[in-house]
């Protein structure tokens, strides 16, 4: 059994900093427009400034075990937020390559954080604390992603240049400090590791870190994923388009106002994960929060053949709120279908799988919706909704069968 420690203030604000550095990748959103202006002979590449540091982050998503066997986790943190800082040298050096092969570079240095931000959180705090934290993460990503886009709009707006943008990547510097004097060298969990490290190999115990459980669990999710990305990607073109191809008439403003208020339901629905989502679903949430995606999406369907922008919005809020749920009890629940040690590895793997799922959800999702649906605007969302259906039993199915296993090991400690 491993016995976590009590940390202080400057320790958990050096966690929760992670998140922070996570959703720099936001900040090309709000000027991928101005951009493409700068750059018109690349205008077909510039999306891929906004789904690129996503792709490297999935490599160092599967890169993680090997490289926490060479260092500690701190010292890779550390590692990946100067990466992250690489998204500063546009601000002073123009040109579309620059600013592609920098993304690229943060991308890699993200990647670390998409693990990091959640497993610290697991590895450093017992459950009831870790669901606190992973709760605040939540918030607080959100938070951070509607200061980041905000702010760039704005910069990018007030001086005619998406470089200025650029230099909201410098809070990684207080943040790099924070985790350089406030961080522990290391936590209970990685000294365990290396401690069994260091044991020959016929005295180490058989620790097999990916079971079948945990395998389904991935898959599920990453499947949840391809269904779930599909309310962020038409939302605004729905919400937009003419209402007789479909669409609810709305300018873009009240589009992006749809897509804030996910934003925000995500924010306060970390708040309430550790305070209620938990304490009433149990081991069972990350279940019920695709309940909630499929209630949301359904809602989301009937507020546009209604023409109702505050049902609109009451959707939004429920499929942010299971968003958040069944995104962070996962967090919680993945580690427990395998060893204590293995809970950094784990997520790395999850958020590769999240990952590389959310990249493809823009390319599998439409092409089996267009030859199901045809050319309908919601196609998507059609085959959204079933599909999470599914994916919430399933995960039902494997939330329960996560409960007994947990009990068994219980008893046999």
Partial sequence: MIQKEKYGFWVKLAVLS?????YTVTITSPILGTVSAVYPEHVGMVKLLETIPTFAAVIISLLLGPLMKIFYKKQLLLFGTALSFVQFIPAVVPGFWTLFICRSI????????????????????DEKEAGNMLGLRSTIGAVMGIIYQQLSGRFAAATGSYQRSFMLCLILIPIFLLILFKMPKSCPVEDYNREIAKMPKTEQPKEKRVRPLTLALLVVQFVT??????????VAIICSAETAAGGMGMDAATAANVLSVFTIAIAVGGILYSRVWIRLFR????????IFLVVGLALAYLSVGMQSMPLMYVATVIYGFGFEMNNSHLCQLLPLTSVPSAAAFL????????????FLAGIVTPALSGAIFGANLMADWMLGIPGLAICAV?????????????KGQAQTA
């Fill in 347 to 358: 997520l790395g793997l999850m958020y590769a799988f999240i990952n590389f799922g959310s």
């Fill in 283 to 290: 081991n069972l949430t990350t279940a019920v929060g695709i």
């Fill in 225 to 234: 994923l391809l269904f779930a990305y599909s309310f962020m990607t038409n």
């Fill in 394 to 406: 399933l995960m039902l199915i494997l939330c329960v069968a996560t409960n007994k296993y947990i």
């Fill in 18 to 22: 992670i998140i922070c550095i996570q």
């Fill in 106 to 125: 943060a991308g890699l240095g993200i990647g670390f954080m998409y693990s990091f931000a959640a497993s610290f959180a697991v590895d450093m705090f």
